[in-house]
């Protein structure tokens, strides 16, 4: 009877910390997490309506929230599935709106601008660049196209090479397009089926820069090869942009860019000597 009696009170202290959502035998401890209610589409105000709460998710998930009122009203900045685990990467803040409403504006810092930039596979390490990430840019081409190497071409030495050179670091991505549901950047959480987040490759990206990285960055589109490499979560800036950059604190510093002013800022011409 006594032995009894023991394993019925063991039994009860199992019972009770599981329903407590501590640790249970063969398992850690939980947590509960918002989660999509229903698809919720990119750009949009979230409501109450769309949340509902997903208990005993393992605590090893991170970067979620535990409160709905913490999600309300925030800005679905990525396609959210039905069922998902809502994580903060995925979300952004607009204060100029209503609820339910889609936002007014993209939230760019001042002086910043938005532009779409082509992507592909190669150039777009295979689909996994995804919102909130940041990318570094390398441009490659010819020597030749710079004005010291034309004036030595001339010359019978015509020093044609090719280069590559990275032109941009932590840049950051605001948008994909066309939108890929649940995508998460490289921090992000699980989704509610316990599998990591698929991707895919987009055709374009759409990134945040000043107005005068904005004309460099044509340049480069338009008159060099450009590949994108995917920093490490570990080096994303701390803060995305909240102030002017008071080398071109707003539209009107941008005063265009021919090769002379390429070849100033990022010196070409005299790689290697």
């Known amino acids: 009877m006594g032995l009894l009696l023991a394993l019925l009170a063991a039994g009860g202290v199992y019972l009770f910390g599981s329903i407590g959502g501590g640790a249970t035998i063969g398992g850690g401890p939980t947590q509960s997490v918002v989660m999509a209610k229903s698809a919720i589409p990119l750009r949009h105000a979230i409501t109450k309506d769309d949340l509902d709460v997903l208990k005993n998710v393992s605590t090893n998930v991170t970067n979620v929230y535990a409160n709905i009122n913490d999600v309300v009203g925030l800005i679905a900045q990525v396609q959210i599935t039905k069922g998902s685990v809502i994580t903060k990467d995925m979300l952004g803040k607009d204060i100029s709106l209503t609820s339910g409403t889609a936002p007014a504006y993209l939230p760019l ?45 001339s010359t019978g030495n015509p020093g044609i ?83 002017p950059d008071p080398t071109c604190p707003d539209v009107l510093a941008a005063h265009g860019v021919t090769v002379k002013q390429v070849d100033a800022r990022y010196h070409f011409s005299t790689l290697n000597g």
């Not at 890929?180 to 945040?208: D, F, K, M, R």
């Open 109 to 153: 810092a001042s002086g910043y601008v938005a532009v779409t930039i082509p992507t592909s596979e190669q150039v777009g390490v295979a689909g996994h660049i995804t919102l909130g990430d940041y990318i570094t840019v390398v441009a490659s081409g010819q020597t030749t196209m710079f004005p010291t190497k034309k004036a030595a071409a």
């Open 161 to 243: 090479a090719a280069v590559s050179k990275t032109v941009f670091t932590n840049v950051r991505i605001i948008g994909l397009g066309p939108a890929i549901a649940n995508v998460q950047p490289a921090s992000g959480a699980t989704t509610v089926s316990g599998q990591q987040p698929v991707g895919g490759v987009t055709s374009s990206l759409t990134i945040e820069l000043t107005q005068c990285d904005a004309e460099y960055f044509t340049w480069f589109l338009n008159t060099m090869q450009v590949k994108y490499t995917l920093e490490s979560f570990a080096d994303y800036l701390a803060q995305a942009p909240t102030a």
